[in-house]
């Protein structure tokens, strides 16, 4: 099946400017140099120009038709190549470290950089193509580093999962069924249904009604990386990696679950809570006990507007949740993950009513830079978490002969405090932390036992 169009849509929720941004991923694998350079990148041209035959858009660029002094236009992709570009380079003559330094190290963000292995920053240039989809293969002593970006305003990453998943099966020449397919390549325009008349004024009666950090996605003005304050020496920030092992998560469970105020919590429920309570804590001597601490929770809203859970667009929504020092640090983790769950429960959420409020509200504006994705963010104070734990990666090979990958990890970036992801959970069921922090918030926190109890610090 070949999909010929020239122009693609977007989501609505991908029309804010503010997401001009890339995620990363990099597939850490073993080579013993029985696998030849050739081979391995063959197998991905391969790969990349089957998939981009399937659906052209993957090999295509954002555009923006319509922009001037009052509207920031509309944003589509356009066919610029026939197929996907593979990204090729060598590190084994640099100083870089070898795949078993790296896994002694124990993948260190220190080690995994962006401008080392991404093809790709997460905050490119204003100017210059805006590829959808690219994948680099970086060769390192005794190993290969795959590492495949997708541009956030086209797919969140749980639609990112998705078309690695299906390159993996392609680079294997494996079928990609007519269903596949179907979802890779279904109209964006209308994902998400406009709210109208009485509804439209409902969920508006019931925003103003609403407490601040819940209306943050639409009141603020969203504020993209290359926005965001400059590192002051005073403020030196560092990315580093924190190691949940599965025995910890299970200890970590049980003992939320002894102080839970609803009937059920999750194991991320209780991992968002650990993190956020202990980093608050962490920062007290810096803010103070009475400083308001922000939780901003990215979650995946396919199954509140019933869409595919392999839907490879955009749809992702901030949960937000607020206290001050001093109460998250008297409330238990159980309580704390209960609230969690509370706000993303379908039963008790209404998360389809927000974020279809907010797409009527894009649809109806211009000036879709007024709109605030992530919801008002002190980074000093707050924390913003997105969890990538239930995404499966360790079972793609791509078809390279190097078998499964050793770590699959988010490489490190532009400093932003306050901003974490959970990686794919490890097939021994470890979970790690990605977390950017002050260095003096991270050292209070690598040195408090109630933390370092559930995770173990690796740099």
Known sequence: MTIGYDKFDLDLLGQQPGLHLYTQLCFCFVNPTSISDGAIIDTLEGGLKRLSNHAFWI??????????????????ISRTRRDLHLVVEDHRKTPTYSMAELRDRNFPASDLQEQLYASRMTSPPSTGSTAVFEVKANFINGGLILTIVGHHQVMDMMGQAFLIRLLSRACADQTITEDELQILNTARANSIPLLEGHALAEAERKLQSTTPEHTA?????????????VQQPSRECSWVFFNFTSSALTVLKSEAASTITSGY??????????????????????????????????????????????????????????RTISQIKEESLGSIASELRVAVDPKTAKLAEDVRLLATKIAQTKDRSKFNFTGAFDPSTSLM???????????LGFGLGLGLPEM????????????????????????????????????????????????????
């Open 265 to 322: 919590i999750s194991t991320d429920d209780t991992m968002t809570a650990v993190v956020w309570k202990y980093l608050s804590i962490a920062r007290t001597g810096r803010i103070g006990s009475k400083a308001i601490t922000k939780l901003g929770r990215a979650v995946d809203v396919r199954r509140y507007l019933e869409r595919p859970k392999t839907y490879p667009g955009l749809m992702q929504y901030m949960s937000h949740h607020s």
């Open 385 to 395: 978490l997105s969890s990538w734990a239930g995404v499966e990666c360790y079972d």
């Open 59 to 76: 090999a295509g660029d954002i555009m923006n038709d319509g922009s001037d002094h009052d509207s920031t236009g509309t944003y589509s």
């Open 408 to 459: 699959v990890r988010r490489p490190s970036f532009t400093n932003v405090e306050g901003l974490g992801y959970f990686m794919p959970k490890c097939p021994n069921g470890d979970i790690a932390l990605l977390l950017c922090a002050r260095i003096e918030d991270l050292e209070q926190l690598k040195s408090d036992q109630a933390f370092i109890k559930y995770a173990t610090y690796i740099g």
């Open 217 to 229: 996605n639409i009141d603020e003005p969203l504020k993209p990386l290359p926005e965001l304050p």
